[in-house]
């Protein structure tokens, strides 16, 4: 599996701190159970978007073919390397 970019690790944090941020202010939660579930879920959904983000950009590449001028309809030898 490959590892997130910079920017999708920026982004997936950024959507920690603000679900964290908007859920606390939202719910008025005070107990230290309540914010616990809080955090959790928003580092879940961070996580979350890092991983649909690697997803979209590994599709792209995809798309894109492998930009190295060979027809991508061939296969390549295992020993070719991965470009």
Do not use: D, H, K, N
């Not at 999708?8 to 579930?37: D, H, N, P, R, Y």
């Not at 590994?58 to 030898?77: D, F, H, N, V």
């Amino acid at each position: 599996m490959p590892r997130p970019t910079t920017a999708q690790l920026c982004t997936g944090t950024l959507i920690v701190v603000a679900t964290t941020v908007a859920l606390l202010a939202v719910s008025g939660s005070s107990g230290v159970f309540e914010v616990a579930v809080l955090v959790v879920f928003a580092i879940a959904l961070g996580t979350l978007t890092t991983a649909l983000l690697m997803t979209v950009a590994a599709q792209r590449r995809r798309a894109s073919g492998s930009g190295s001028g060979e027809p991508s309809g061939l296969p390549r030898p295992e020993y070719a390397g991965r470009g």
